[in-house]
């Protein structure tokens, strides 16, 4: 029998709402794991087990919710909440305890989740690490910025958490460590106190053990009941393999998980070659200066104030984005504006597009949390994505590859996603 604790949030949500599993349970099995691995994983920044245990304990006493009633969650630690420090990240923000909850972290109180913790960001949501380790190999990173929301739902500690995209955030750090990553379309989650990176490219998502769960997530997230999953038959998908200019830095692995979808997809589905406009190859270097730029002026307080606390990573990408005028800016926008309508057009002959997620493996060293190369164009660009994992590398660490869709057609996208995750993982 599946432990309580490794239980996909999907399976935990019906067993709660039949009676059969009550969230004090389930709330302390994920806090026993987080006992007994936190030491090694480094998920969490800040952890509240009495309180996750009282809440629930209430959730049991009183009727349903909502859509994620009794089930145990995390916030990544540039999301706001009352109760908990939020330090972003930073010693800039050390002790900082805001006066509300990030809008996400309501909606999910709302539909009867349970806060146990913030889990581990990046540095003010960039690339330099924090102290989160790989949970299969700890010597080995598991991505980033959100570090420990991805680890900790790979690790069992948390049944779903929140995390946020500006360049690979979500779906790189779900490639590492082997969970479902979802970043929804741009502008379909509030972002309201979630500390800014991009105005342009900051998406809130989330991490889950399967796609059904990341979907009921996102349902709580955006309000759409269609991204709820559904048991009814699609029609045959039509996706498309769409090698991105960057192929020849995918690896060995990753490579062989693009040929192991293609064979046990092509049968039940219409498989076919998607050529990417040749003006997608400038997506990666418009994604790094939309980023520099928006970054420099969205973190101008700590740029300005507190420069000597930063890394200097992160002060040298804050120098070149404010180095970046802004007429330029604008026409960086515009030029991506047109090659994503050129990339909309693909959507006309396919339902989806399948795309790597990561180079392969998560790379070992916890200094960096690897390169965010292949989820940039399609972050620039704001197509809904989901991160599906479905084999290992050659030293035993996950791969998997990413499903990308139309924008605003999140449903879409989820229920393939679903339906191609029970294919690739017979």
Known sequence: MTPLHALDAWEAAQRLARGE???????????????????????????????????????????????LHGLPFGAKDIFDTVDFVTAYGTPVYAGHRPVADAAAVALCRAAGAVLVGKTVSTELANMTAG????????????????????????????????????????????????????????????????KSVSETLDVVGGFARSVRGAALLGAVLTGDARLLPRDEAIATPRIGFARPPEW????????????????????????????????YARLVPLQKDVMAHEAARALAFEHGLHHQRLSTPLVAL???????????????????????????????????????????????????????????????????????PFTTGATGLPVGLQLVGRRGEDHRLLAIADWAMRHLTP
Request: aromatic share 2%.
């Open 21 to 67: 599993l009550t969230a004090e349970a389930l709330t302390r099995a994920c806090l026993e794991r987080t006992a007994g691995r936190e030491a090694e994983v480094l998920a969490f920044a800040a952890l509240d087990a009495d309180a996750a245990l009282a809440r629930a304990r209430a959730l049991d006493a009183a009727p349903k919710r909502g859509l």
């Open 318 to 388: 804050l120098d070149a984005g404010a180095a970046i005028p802004g007429a330029a800016h604008a026409a960086h926008l515009s030029e991506a504006a047109a090659i994503g309508a050129a990339v909309d057009a693909l959507f006309d002959d396919h339902d989806a597009l399948l795309m790597p997620s990561a180079s392969g493996e998560a790379p070992a060293g916890l200094a960096q949390t690897g390169d965010p190369l292949f989820c940039r164009a399609v972050s620039l660009l704001g197509l809904p994505c989901v991160h599906l």
């Open 248 to 279: 020849a830095e995918a690896g060995p692995d990753v490579v062989r998980a693009w040929d192991d979808a293609r064979r046990a997809l092509a049968p039940r589905a219409r498989c076919a070659d998607a050529a990417l406009p040749t003006a």
């Open 131 to 194: 102290p989160t380790r790989h949970p299969l190999r700890p010597t080995h990173t598991p991505g980033g910025s959100s570090s420990g929301s991805a680890a900790a739902v790979a690790d069992g500690m948390l049944m779903l958490a929140l995390g946020t995209q500006t360049a690979g955030s979500i779906i790189r750090p779900a490639a590492y460590c082997g969970v479902v990553g979802y970043k929804p379309t741009v502008g379909r989650v509030p972002r309201a106190g979630v």
